[in-house]
């Protein structure tokens, strides 16, 4: 019996901006696609699913609402426009996004400027998106949506269409957690993005960022995979964007390229080339980088008719004071440069404050001796990889901020802190003076990466997480027909295997372990199960053999121990190790490490287990409970890596036991007793250290999850009681004596 495996549905994307420029000629409208690496490699599943695009046209709507003209013609495409008038556009693009998140995720603190009537607008366009994808989006599909303008959308759609798979990428970077709780609607982007049930990033270190403020601002805990959230789990992805290579290489003789080579060359008369290209953002280091190549000049002055520099700064969100202020700073400083070291008719800087067309940026590429890509703090950078991708002799020099995303798939470039304007000057100095076999060993390995990891290999692996969320989904309820079919299977079945987790599984979790005791109730059923003499019956718990003997032992039941650490077969009177004892030292490491946690947080205690500790903060009163929870997962998790031991995170508890001891284990070895499989068998548990049991289960066994979160369980039931009033059930002798006369 296996989950439903449903198929790929189409695939809707998100994002602020259609990728579309909408002309208008003669008072004719038209539509022409947009180029650039993302629109490229989501266009393709986009046309084969026949998805939709959902989207700003870019036109301002005064009346709130996009012409049937142009919704007709994005139809025709493919795409949902969503209409924004000009107040919306500066309240949620301009202030919240451009002047309130981008500096923020940027750690340009000072440069926020929030204002919660502008934050107003940006939650309801987020829920504008959100309805309009809700509205479009069939069962089975998927949806995913781009970008740090549209952070709510995942929660507002889940909240509507909870059936769809939701990804999300975020293209800035996810600052450390100790930026972004100084934003006043943390806890509001952190919920929405947790909407997803897929969120990626650029880098591994924005990951790290994300969850460590999900667990400082929400109190969660997290994993390796991601988060548990609201009865599921959120995969966190790190996968950076790649470019659609060919475009980068197009080749020399392309007429357009070629002219543009030309003008280059006449331009650099003899001199080397150094390049910048990006867009006007306070972001990138314009003016720093323009401050390191007058220091080169003035320092080194055998450069002075050698080099040019050509810095492309491509106008943005200028209507903002600040850009405005940049560009000021960025003139003037071209301005200065140019005074100073300029002579007739040989400028050093060619500093062009506007946009140049794809072919003039590839000529640039391909002529640059050196590119400089100096963000004081970028998401990744495109611009790094594009001149990589351009080298088609795998000549030229990279000198690139260790601060740009990009940095960790670029090892070879000559890395540079923008901070130190004396590193930026040292290295375009080694890059105008680097010999030819030095440039290609740097270059042709990045070269090689750049091809491989390109927008396709992003949007597959994107796209491929997206196709496993319905795996990863809560089981189904255990009920109707289906409890129906297994009890008539119960019924007929000669020999049964049961094996039953105790916490949270039979018994309700208490303040206190040892509160946690069974009840007349359970003492009952357990009596009857392990009376019956068709069943062969086994609680599988982690508590310590000591507690499970004392409250259990007389029932009928095997005992299993410490997540599988110690056995007791139910004739037995002894508990042994379920393995070989790995050795105690240890120990006293994580002790030490936990008794300092337990001394922060009052209530918390630690357990002592053969096999194993475990520190509890059911009991804690502490808020801070679950941030020292997380960090003691975390550090422990580093500070024993490698040595066959466990860190688990469980139900208000971190656990180290030994790796090699579970409760699957355990399990196997039960299941190893048995000449013929028991025909009819069930496991049943709650935590994450139960599905170890659930994977050891032969495929015919009935595996049943209490509570809600993914599991590889076939069902699950809402609670322990429902548990119970299963089991009494079938255990009701009622029940069996249909069995015997059938
Ligand atoms: C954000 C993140 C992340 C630039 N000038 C011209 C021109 N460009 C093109 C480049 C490149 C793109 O613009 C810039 O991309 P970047 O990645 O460098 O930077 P952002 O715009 O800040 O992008 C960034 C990116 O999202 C993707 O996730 O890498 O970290 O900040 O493709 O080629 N194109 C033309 N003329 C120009 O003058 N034709």
Redesign the pocket.
């Known amino acids: 019996m296996s989950k439903p495996n449903t198929a790929s549905g189409r695939l809707i994307l998100v994002s602020n901006r259609l990728p579309i420029i909408v002309r208008e000629e003669a008072d004719q409208l038209s539509i022409e696609l947009a180029s ?3 629109a490229t490699g989501l266009s393709g599943p986009h046309q084969e699913t026949q998805g939709r695009w959902i989207g700003w046209p870019g036109m301002q709507s005064p009346g709130g609402g996009l012409s049937g003209e142009v919704q007709g013609l994005l139809d025709k495409r493919g795409m949902t426009g969503i209409p924004l008038s000009s107040e919306e556009y500066d309240s949620y693009y301009m202030q919240v996004a451009n002047r309130s998140l981008w500096p923020l995720f940027h750690y340009f603190t000072d440069r926020v400027h929030y204002q919660p009537k502008d934050w107003e607008v940006y939650e309801r366009i987020n829920q504008r998106f959100a309805e309009a994808t809700a509205a479009e989006a069939q069962p089975g599909d998927r949806v995913f949506i781009q ?1 740090f303008h549209l952070m709510l959308v995942p929660a507002m759609l889940r909240e509507m269409r909870p059936d769809l798979s939701i990804g999300f990428f975020l ?3 996810f600052p450390s957690s100790e930026i972004f709780r100084i934003f006043p609607k943390r806890k509001q982007i952190l919920e929405g993005l947790l909407g997803a049930d897929v969120v990626g990033f ?1 880098t591994l270190d924005y990951t790290r960022h994300f969850r460590s403020s999900v667990r400082r601002v929400l109190g969660l805990e997290t994993s390796a995979h991601g988060v548990q959230y609201d009865g599921r789990e959120v995969r966190l992805m790190a996968q950076p ?1 790649g470019l659609d290579v060919p475009t980068w290489q197009t080749p020399s003789t392309d007429p357009a390229i070629a002219a543009e080579m030309l003008k280059l060359s006449e331009a650099a008369a003899g001199r080397k080339i150094v390049l910048g ?3 006007l ?1 306070y ?2 280091g314009i003016p720093e980088r323009l401050q390191a190549f007058h220091n080169l000049l003035a320092n080194r002055p055998e450069w002075n008719e050698k080099v040019m520099m050509i810095q ?1 700064a ?1 106008p943005s969100r200028i209507e903002a004071e600040e850009y405005a202020d940049l560009a000021d700073k960025a003139h003037q400083l071209a301005g200065e440069i140019n005074s100073k070291f300029g002579q007739p008719g040989l400028q050093p800087l060619h500093y062009q404050f ?5 072919e ?2 590839i000529a640039m590429y391909r002529m640059a001796d050196v590119a400089v890509v100096t ?1 004081l703090r ?7 990889k ?1 001149y990589v991708a351009a080298r088609s002799e795998d000549d030229g020099v990279l000198v690139l901020s260790e601060f ?3 940095a960790l798939e670029l090892g070879e470039a000559l890395q540079v802190s923008p901070f130190d304007l004396d590193s930026i000057e040292e290295a375009m100095a080694q890059g105008l003076e680097m010999d030819a076999q030095e440039q290609e060993e740097r270059m042709a390995p990045m070269r090689q990466r750049v091809i491989d990891a390109d927008v396709h290999a992003w949007t597959s692996a994107c796209l491929g997480a997206l196709d496993e969320v319905p795996e990863r989904r809560s089981p189904s309820m255990f009920s109707g027909q289906i409890t129906a079919q297994w009890s008539a299977d119960f019924k007929s079945a000669q020999k049964r295997l049961v094996l039953l987790d105790y916490d949270g599984t039979l018994r309700p979790f208490a303040e206190h372990p040892d509160q946690a005791t069974p009840d007349k109730r359970l003492l009952a059923l357990l009596k009857r199960i392990g009376n019956d003499p068709n069943t062969d019956a086994w609680i599988v718990s982690g508590r310590p053999s000591e507690f499970l003997a004392q409250h259990l032992s007389g029932l009928g039941f095997g005992l299993v121990g410490e997540h599988g650490g110690m056995l007791r077969g139910p004739h037995e009177t002894e508990f042994t190790p379920g393995g070989s004892l790995p050795d105690d030292e240890w120990k006293n490491d994580v002790l030490q490490i936990m008794e300092q946690v337990a001394q922060r947080v009052p209530g918390s205690h630690i357990e002592h287990k053969s096999m194993g500790l475990g520190w509890h903060y059911r009991a804690a009163r502490s808020s801070a409970a679950e941030t020292q929870a997380g960090e003691l997962y975390q550090h422990l998790g580093e500070v024993l890596s490698g040595q066959g031991l466990d860190v688990l995170a469980g139900n208000k508890v971190i656990e180290v036991r030994p790796t090699e001891l579970n409760k699957g284990r355990a399990a196997r070895t039960i299941l190893e007793n048995y000449a013929t499989t028991p025909d009819w068998i069930l496991a049943a548990g709650d935590d994450t250290t139960d599905e170890d049991l659930f994977h050891a289960m032969p495929a015919q066994a009935l595996t049943l999850l209490v509570g809600e979160r993914p599991s590889s369980a076939h069902f699950r039931l809402c609670s322990c009681s429902a548990l119970l009033d299963q089991l009494e059930r079938w255990y009701e002798p009622q029940f069996q004596a249909t069995r015997t006369q059938s």
Request: charged share 25%; net charge negative.
């Open positions: 650039g690496g993302l970008d293209h800035i970077p650029h964007l290209v990006e867009r953002d972001t990138k492309i491509v506007r946009g140049v067309p794809k003039t940026l963000p970028d998401g990744l950078n495109l611009v790094a594009e740009a995303g990009a």
